[in-house]
């Protein structure tokens, strides 16, 4: 199993990225999945998350972000728009070992950097 995160870079506030994780060794379409992000000096925290046809999102982050998922593709997204200072972290994908949540991931990947400055 391995898990890729793409997308991140520098961008004013206002702006919008596209993250990717590219995944391999299982069926992305059977696990539940998920973003978290690491800011710097902070704790790691959830982001967003993905199963059978639902999503959850950080409250900070609803209605700016979007995550979804490309079965065929086998990666997974995180659409950030409107993005704020405040979501300057390292972002990292994250698979459960179910297709369900269980909250307790069991493969992460290594994380993409993404900033938000003027």
């Known amino acids: 199993v391995q898990l890729a995160e793409s997308g991140g870079g520098l961008v004013q506030p206002g702006g919008s990225l596209r993250l990717s994780c590219a995944t391999s060794?299982?069926?992305?379409?059977?696990?539940?999945m998920s973003w978290f992000r690491e800011a710097p000096g902070a704790e790691r925290e959830f982001v967003a998350s993905i199963g059978y046809g639902d999503t959850h999102y950080k409250n900070s982050v609803k209605g700016r972000f979007t995550i979804s998922r490309d079965n065929a593709k086998n990666t997974l997204y995180l659409q950030m728009n409107s993005l704020k200072p405040e979501d300057t972290a390292l972002y990292h994908c994250?698979?459960?070992?179910?297709?369900?949540?269980?909250?307790?991931?069991?493969?992460w990947g290594q994380g993409t950097q993404v900033t938000v400055s003027s």
């Open positions: 060794g299982f069926d992305l379409n059977s696990y539940y």
């Open positions: 994250a698979k459960e070992p179910a297709s369900d949540y269980v909250g307790n991931y069991d493969y």
